[in-house]
């Protein structure tokens, strides 16, 4: 007889690594000390950024005032939160190795953002820096996911090939 048991082992959260690093984003990015630390009282800058669509690279309230910071370190710091944020999931699960994120902001064309190591490119976006935003959290937490996922698969693959020495 061929009964199926019943399963007690509880299914593993979905998008649980696009969570962790979604959280990790939103830490980073509401920090009173974080780059976009220019929020309205109250403001959950987060959701400004990340989860609310708008017609400008950065909202501009947001935007720095600070001639020496233009708004292409804006375009950087809003991609590179995010990326930062996969490369430190990475070193949770790899270790620290060096893995690199770089940022070639724009304001009028796609901003191209690359995670790499010094062997190996593992993820690379680019998009107009005004539709870098996502619908809800879970569709965002869902790209980190996979973002995440095809990155720490070329990472392992590096690592496999070459371990440490």
């Known amino acids: 007889m061929n009964e199926r048991e019943p399963n007690n082992l509880q299914e593993p959260e979905p998008n649980r690594r696009g969570r962790a690093i979604l ?36 909202p501009e309230h947001l935007v720095s005032d600070d001639f020496e ?9 809003l991609h590179g939160q995010v990326f930062n944020g996969i490369r430190d999931e990475l070193v949770l699960e790899f270790g620290r190795r060096p893995v690199w994120v770089v ?8 901003t191209i953002s690359v995670l790499c190591t010094d062997e190996s490119l593992l ?14 959290e879970d569709a965002m937490a869902e790209e980190l996911e996979r973002w995440y996922t095809g990155a720490a698969k070329r990472l392992a693959r ?6 440490d020495d």
């Not at 993820?123 to 809800?136: C, G, M, R, T, V």
């Not at 590096?158 to 371990?163: F, G, I, L, N, S």
Request: charged letters at 35%; zero cysteines.
């Open 69 to 77: 910071w233009d708004i292409h370190m804006d375009v950087r710091a």
């Open 103 to 110: 940022v070639d902001p724009s304001v009028e064309d796609r």
């Open 158 to 163: 590096e690592v496999t090939a070459k371990p």
């Open 23 to 58: 959280d990790r984003i939103r830490r980073e990015t509401n920090d009173e000390f974080g780059y976009f630390a220019l929020g309205r009282d109250g403001e959950d800058v987060f959701q400004s950024l990340y989860l609310t669509p708008r017609d400008t690279a950065i």
């Open 123 to 136: 993820l690379i976006n680019w998009s107009k820096a005004w539709q870098f935003h996502w619908p809800d």
